[in-house]
């Protein structure tokens, strides 16, 4: 552009556009402070990480006043990796080859926060200095590798960090003399008993039983041993105190704890497998007296957590084999001395109504399997949230039991069973009530025969049916093929066809969910002959037919809406195992039904070897799907982020200064007071204005005329 344009530029100009200006590297590095700690004085613990992982062996941290020098073992760091050492920053933490240098990186960002006076890193007769921009490498004065740190304050905590960090690791560390990490000392996990040693593939820890005395497992995860995160974690039950390194957990962007990702729920899914594990060989094993009281409320705790009244239920053979072994392990004291199994005080409650315990520890009598168990009363209340039925017998003793348990046996058999739908009527043998219990069907009629009004004289099975009702009458009568067809019709069809109306009216409905979907599935399977062909009818679409293990209604609809944003639905038998589930509830029928009318491949059930949690969580849409839409839970790319910033850090660094503020210039404007006239003028009167190869076109031409 000559002088004379140049000029008249600057001659008369009219202020089109202003703005300050910064520099783009500095904006580029502001973003970075994410992936710092939010403790900035915790940067010792990435830099231990990085020699570690860097096969250092011994360690000698060094701290005088202001200064701070770490003297390290191991290969060191050469010329190339320390000129590049900024640029690991950006490395993906996928990645684990790159710890060494990655880690490196990380803490003397980290430590950036703190404003040190100097760093500074020597090995391998290099020495690299913190400068601006990448720092500089010179020429070291000895051939130590060494990292210096000259602090400007004081609160910096090095020795209190490392000592609450570092007491895992793997290799000798020393603070000025004192070891705080030694590769000769036993395994120092701080985990109470039985501080349980586990090993699996790519993973490693221990545990101890924390008996009730915290509200969520206390997870300690390390990386090289160093603890870089100390989290609750309500998804293993019962609570532990757990110390562990897994290979495949990612940091979270700042460094400072775990991505809840696939291999996170992979971990706590072995974790929880681990401790069942060890429940079961111990419930195996002979227990010593002094710890017998606190392993058995231990074992309470764990059946109360992991199983359900729903799974205690099933055949074994719709079990996986861990939960079939959990319902079946001898994890209570029964009043004899002897153990008894989950199962085993299932089937007292099935036959008898309710089951029995004793606060009395020391007193031995004789009882049938899972009749009678030792327990505190706390701990009654705490095994009632699976077994409601449990009574407390206040004169333990053989005969006083047996009475007991005659008499529910006696007083259940005279009792009408409760019901979910009634229906009366007036006929040529009296007054009729047609019930619809509120049970699992078993394809039978029975006939009640009524005395007072709800007190049972006798009980009559007329023989089986389709579908399964009960007769409430002050007579006895017989069923005959014919009458009952009529009665199928006339009476019990449409009380099970007003459960639907029930479904979508949840308002005042006194019946469970599960009750009242449990009837209503079962007269689908009849009317249609199949729950199949049932769930491929148009009008039950939209009809709450399912639920989730929280409770929560979902219809076949919600499942359609979801499996076209997520590519499957886990389903489960069992009740929730926390908060944060939200498996599709089923039974085995129901499973085979859904699994032919939308895909086998769409539906996982998980169990207690296989949880799936992190599916689990995300199906909190499930429920209202298709109403409301179905989002995909999107997840923080911190590789995508870092490339990102690279890119902005590289291109300010090739390019200089960049605008901040971007509004459009006013192009015809500029033209207009250059004095430039442009030979077709309808270019500047169009919307928007002229192209910027147009604008820069003209002005060209105009600084050679």
């Given amino acids: 552009m000559n002088s004379d344009l140049i000029e008249m530029i600057e001659e008369g100009a009219v202020l089109v556009r202003q703005g300050h200006f910064t520099l783009a590297v500095e904006k580029a590095q502001e973003k970075l402070k994410k992936f710092q700690l939010p403790d900035p ?26 200064s701070l020098k770490i003297d390290f073992d191991g290969p060191g760091y050469s010329r190339e ?7 690991a920053v950006f490395e993906s933490g996928k990645n684990r080859q790159r710890d060494r240098i990655r880690e490196l990186a990380l803490g003397l ?23 601006p921009g990448r720092g500089r490498v010179v020429e070291a004065e000895h051939g130590r590798n060494e990292i210096f740190i000259q602090h400007r304050r004081s609160d910096t905590q090095e020795k209190q960090t490392l000592r609450q960090t570092c007491q895992s690791c793997r290799a000798d560390i020393y603070v000025n003399d004192a070891i705080i990490a030694s590769r000769a000392a036993a395994r120092n996990t701080g985990c109470p008993w039985p501080n349980y040693a586990f090993r699996g593939d790519g993973f490693r820890g221990a545990f101890g039983i924390a008996y009730g005395q915290i509200s969520a497992t206390h997870l300690t995860l390390t990386r090289y041993g160093v603890v870089f995160s100390k989290r609750p974690e309500a998804r293993i039950l ?9 290979d495949r957990l990612r940091k979270n962007a700042s460094q400072s704890d775990v991505v ?11 974790l929880q497998k681990i401790q069942l594990e060890f429940a079961l060989e111990l419930a195996g094993k002979r227990l010593p007296g002094y710890q017998a009281q606190q392993v058995f409320f231990y074992f309470q705790e764990l059946v109360v957590q992991n199983l359900s009244r729903e799974l205690l239920a099933l055949a074994e053979h719709h079990l996986s084999p861990l939960e079939a072994k959990l319902c079946n392990a001898m994890m209570f004291q029964s009043s004899d001395g002897k153990r008894c199994s989950a199962r085993q005080i299932w089937a007292t409650i099935q036959q008898y109504g309710a089951a029995f315990y004793t606060d009395d520890h020391h007193g031995l009598f004789a009882c049938d399997s899972g009749s009678c168990i030792r327990l505190s009363d706390s701990g009654a209340n705490s095994l009632r949230a699976l077994f409601p039925e449990l009574q407390k017998i206040d004169r333990p ?3 006083a039991l047996e009475n007991r348990l005659q008499r529910l046996k006696q007083e259940g058999s005279q009792r009408i069973p409760p019901a979910i739908a009634v229906r009366q009527v007036t006929s040529e043998r009296g007054k009729l009530e047609f019930r619809i219990p509120d049970s699992q069907p078993e394809g039978q009629v029975d006939l009640y025969i009524r005395e007072g009004s709800e007190k049972l004289r006798e009980r009559v099975r007329l023989g089986k049916s389709p579908l399964s009702f009960a007769i409430v009458s002050d007579r006895r009568f017989t069923l005959k093929p014919e009458a009952l067809n009529r009665l199928l019709k006339d009476y019990i069809e449409p009380c099970y066809r007003e459960l639907a109306q029930r479904l979508g009216k949840r308002a005042g409905e006194t019946a469970s969910l599960l009750s009242l979907q449990r009837s209503f599935l079962h007269y689908l399977e009849y009317r249609y002959g199949s729950l199949t062909a049932a769930l491929q009818e148009k009008e039950w679409q939209a009809v709450s037919l399912f639920r ?6 979902v219809k076949l609809q919600d499942l359609r809406a979801w499996l076209e944003v997520y590519p499957i639905i886990v389903v489960s038998y069992g009740s929730a195992l926390s908060h944060e589930d939200h498996a599709l509830a089923v039974t085995p029928s129901l499973l085979e039904a859904l699994s032919e009318v939308l895909g086998h491949e769409k539906f996982v059930l998980a169990d207690l070897s296989q949880p799936l949690l992190l599916e689990r969580g995300q199906q909190l849409g499930l429920s209202g799907a298709a109403r409301a839409g179905v989002k995909k839970v999107e997840t923080f790319d911190e590789d995508a982020e870092l490339a990102a910033i690279r890119r902005e850090m590289e291109l300010a660094e090739q390019n200089g200064l960049s605008a901040l503020d971007e509004k459009p210039i006013d192009q015809e404007v500029v033209l207009r007071q250059l004095g430039i006239r442009v030979q077709t003028p309808q270019i500047l009167a169009q919307e928007p204005s002229p192209s910027q190869s147009e604008f820069t076109r003209v002005c060209h031409e105009a600084s050679k005329a």
């Fill in 41 to 66: 004085r915790y940067y010792i613990t990435q830099l231990i990480q990085a020699l570690l992982a860097n096969q250092a062996l011994r360690i000698q941290v060094l701290i005088d006043g202001l």
């Fill in 81 to 87: 990796e320390l000129e590049r050492i900024s640029d």
């Fill in 109 to 131: 960002l980290s430590v950036q926060a703190l404003n040190p006076r100097g760093v500074s890193i020597s090995s391998q007769g290099v020495r690299w200095e913190r400068t």
């Fill in 238 to 246: 019962p609570s532990l105190i757990v110390e562990m390194e897994h």
């Fill in 260 to 270: 809840e990702d696939a291999n996170y729920s992979a971990m706590l899914a072995q």
């Fill in 397 to 399: 003793g053989a005969s």
């Fill in 548 to 553: 989730s293990v929280q409770s929560a209604e």
